[in-house]
């Protein structure tokens, strides 16, 4: 017994030392740069999003500041990869890591990443457990102790920066501002179940990424109110009207995949209870998983895509919020109770905020460019992004195939008319060339179609 207790600590010894040796700056640097790393990070956030039930503007701004800091962050080691500092409005230069001393910067990336997500959502003992879990990862790749600590002190570094030049966003001071309803008629109503107040009255207030302006983009009048039969927008009520009445099950399914309501209220009898779901930015981001995994892209590369993604799904809000509450215009549920159907009801449960235009056409057209100007105009994909949340798998010939299958999924659910959907899709669609014009036309602005390949 005595010996087997000699042996048994002989080799945990030297499994312990093993696991602790100093690995060559190349070996683990390369290691620690797997993509797979910053995919499970960006899952994570997904995930807490979704448990803290944050709203999909809100949500946006938390993976665009996220993303920025891990980008400035890895880019120190890809240099030929452009800084955004001096492109993004009022982005100044991140701190540089100290000549002559060795870091490794994956693991800062995730670092500057994870410290970002902890100060921008609620679920911050997840965040600490997850630090915790990679902190060990990176021991077992034989990182040495005092380059671990010094890059992990470098990625918070930079994210404090982007935390700073994130305060100054105007977020904070929209916070206590109510949404104080009109009686001109067509205007915006609290819808059911819930009858929720409106949902961020404010957001054109927020400072944009690299919009001039929330009004730059702003789209064509909405049609104007009218209960004449013969008028423009009793068309289009009578059209979502029958398309809701009479939707064939591939529709349905159409409708369901793109529904990413954060928040879905199911009524039992006299049970009322709610379900999280995922977010539209959530939904895109999972979609550049998706297409960096399947073109094999690096950390870096997928970086760029993921941090490029977030900042047109970021401005694309900032431009639909301002049109929203402009026009501020009713929901179909709302015209069609009171004047055609008391008892219809949408596919789909409506959001707490003015239809006109679509949020997720917008946010999605201009993701969906940003993403085509990276990776080509006929990247098929299949897309599982919320298979675990029940609402299956859908295949896309493109990705403007994508998005433009959700802008007809917001009117076959009963929640947008024909021309708030895709008037939101010209929207987004002008916010996405405009965000490529300014952060991805520059010459040395990697292309992952390309560098996929090499």
């Known amino acids: 017994m005595y010996k087997a207790f000699i042996l048994l600590t002989f080799l945990t010894g030297i499994i312990s030392t093993k696991s602790c040796e100093r690995a060559a700056p190349e070996v683990y640097t390369k290691e ?62 991140v701190p540089q890591p100290e000549n002559g001393l060795e870091y490794c910067f994956p693991v800062a990336s995730i670092f500057s990443y994870i410290t970002v997500s902890k100060a921008l959502t609620i679920s911050v003992e997840d965040w600490d457990k997850y630090e915790e879990e990679m902190r060990q990862q990176y021991e077992q790749m034989g990182i040495p102790d005092e380059v671990l600590a010094r890059s992990v002190a470098y990625g918070e570094q930079v994210a404090q920066h982007v935390l700073a030049y994130a305060k100054a966003d105007n977020y904070i001071e929209t916070r206590a501002f109510r949404y104080t309803l009109t009686q001109v008629p067509g205007s915006w109503q609290p819808t059911p179940p819930n009858y929720a107040n409106a949902c961020e009255p404010q957001w054109n207030g927020i400072r944009p990424l690299t919009l001039d302006t929330c009004t730059q983009f702003t789209p064509k009048p909405a049609a104007t109110y009218s209960l004449d039969p013969q008028s423009e927008f009793y068309k289009l009520v009578m059209q979502v009207y029958d398309f809701n009445k009479n939707m064939t099950e591939e529709q349905r399914a159409i409708a369901y995949f793109w529904d990413d309501n954060a928040v879905v209220t199911n009524v039992k009898g006299h049970v009322m209870f709610t379900e999280k779901k995922m977010t539209p930015p959530g939904h895109w981001l999972g979609i550049v998983e998706t297409l960096a995994k399947h073109k094999n892209l690096d950390m870096m590369q997928s970086l760029q895509a993921y941090t490029l993604t977030s900042v047109a799904l970021y401005d694309a809000f900032i431009a639909c919020w301002d049109e929203k509450y402009r026009s501020a215009r009713i929901r179909p549920i709302t015209v069609i109770n009171e004047n055609i159907d008391q008892d219809w009801q949408p596919f789909l449960e409506t959001p707490p905020f003015p239809e006109y235009v679509s949020g997720h056409s917008a946010i999605s057209a201009a993701a969906g460019t940003v993403l085509t100007h990276l990776f080509g105009n006929n990247v098929a994909f299949t897309d599982s992004t919320e298979f675990n949340y029940g609402h299956g798998v859908r295949s896309f010939k493109s990705l403007k195939d994508a998005y433009m299958e959700t802008s007809l999924s917001r009117v076959l659910g009963g929640i947008h008319f024909w021309d708030g959907a895709f008037e939101g899709t010209h929207q987004g669609e002008k916010v996405g060339e405009w965000v490529w014009s300014k952060l991805g036309t520059a010459d040395k602005m990697q292309k992952p179609e390309i560098l996929a390949h090499q």
Do not use: C, M, W
């Open 32 to 93: 620690a740069a797997a993509p797979q790393l910053i995919h499970k990070t960006a899952e994570r956030l997904t995930d807490i999003i979704i448990y803290d039930i944050f709203k999909p503007p809100v949500a946006s701004r938390i993976y665009a500041y996220t993303n920025l800091a891990a980008y400035e962050t890895l880019r120190q080691q890809y240099p030929h990869y452009e800084t955004l500092a001096g492109k993004l409005n009022g982005f100044k230069a």
